[in-house]
């Protein structure tokens, strides 16, 4: 029997980040403060737009040291019931067998 190990490499197993939270959620939050700063043109939407930005980034960097690939695991816990109950219920629909 061939003994041979087949190295698996870091760079190709770990999740993309960037500046420390996911991609996708980074950008996102880029381009929504990016909106605040440049498109309205005053001071307190450069204000509101800089502080939800270090904010957003803060947060999106602690949820990644938990979950790196937060925004796939929170959409597929969404499509989820709480509760399967472990019994039919009285009230459901009668299926028809072929045979």
């Known amino acids: 029997m061939n003994d041979t190990k087949t ?3 870091d760079s190709l197993n770990r999740p993309i980040l960037m500046m ?3 991609r996708q959620l980074v950008l996102l939050l880029a381009i929504v403060a990016g ?8 001071l307190w939407a450069a204000i509101i737009g800089v502080t939800l930005w270090m904010v957003g980034q803060w ?4 949820a990644a040291s938990y979950d ?13 019931r709480r509760h ?4 039919a ?8 067998v072929r045979s």
């Open 7 to 9: 190295p698996i490499h």
């Open 20 to 22: 420390g939270g996911e």
């Open 35 to 42: 909106i605040f700063i440049f498109s309205l043109a005053k």
């Open 59 to 62: 947060a999106l960097s602690r």
């Open 68 to 80: 790196p690939v937060l925004s796939k695991t929170g959409s597929r816990l969404l499509k989820y």
């Open 84 to 87: 399967y109950p472990a019994q």
């Open 89 to 96: 219920s009285p009230f459901a629909k009668a299926r028809e």
